[in-house]
């Protein structure tokens, strides 16, 4: 029996987004600097409204670049542990736009309490140092995948608008 490609496709599972963030506690970063060097790095975040909020020193290369308002790439992934296929892992990317909140505002001991509650008394320590500051990351647009063939495209708000659908998959 012939099977065209279409009728062999797997239904795509259901995107849980918002699962594989409350299971992450850092994020893979991907920053550039002014000439356009590339950057990669991670840090712990929260999630507040729809922004992600990074505590982060200026020791970091990633924390210039963010905190000059440069846009970013951000990257939630299952652990390589727990993934049933290493090149299928569960994957939210974004891109966000980056701000820096003020110290001492409203929104800084807000975001701070939440980050002590979610990674400990280290936020504290690093929260008083001065080379610290907390940037706001702003979801632009992103993709999801959770599977081969299970791969969406979602809003700012984290929302799946749409299956990819074999976009760019293409046979060389």
């Known amino acids: 029996m012939n099977h065209t490609n279409t009728e062999r496709k797997a239904k795509p599972v259901a995107p849980k987004v918002k699962e594989l963030i409350d299971r992450t506690k850092s994020v893979i970063l991907a920053t550039a600097d002014a000439e356009g060097n590339p950057n990669s790095s991670y840090a712990p975040f929260v999630q507040v409204d729809q922004a992600f ?101 979602v809003n700012e708000n984290l929302e799946v608008i749409e299956h990819r659908n074999d976009v760019n998959h293409q046979s060389q």
């Not at 909020?53 to 390589?80: C, P, Q, W």
């Not at 980056?98 to 309490?113: G, T, Y």
């Open 53 to 153: 909020y990074i505590l982060v020193s200026f020791m970091a290369r990633h924390t210039k670049n963010l905190a000059e308002g440069r846009k970013a790439s951000v990257m939630f992934i299952e652990d390589e542990s727990a993934a049933k296929q290493i090149y299928a892992r569960e994957r939210l990317t974004i891109e966000a736009s980056a701000s820096r909140v003020e110290r001492d505002s409203e929104k800084w001991n807000a975001v701070v309490a939440k980050l002590k509650e979610n990674h400990g008394k280290v936020v504290d320590v690093i929260s008083e140092m001065g080379d610290f500051i907390l940037i706001a990351l702003q979801p632009v647009k992103g993709s999801y995948v959770n599977g081969f063939g299970s791969a969406y495209f």
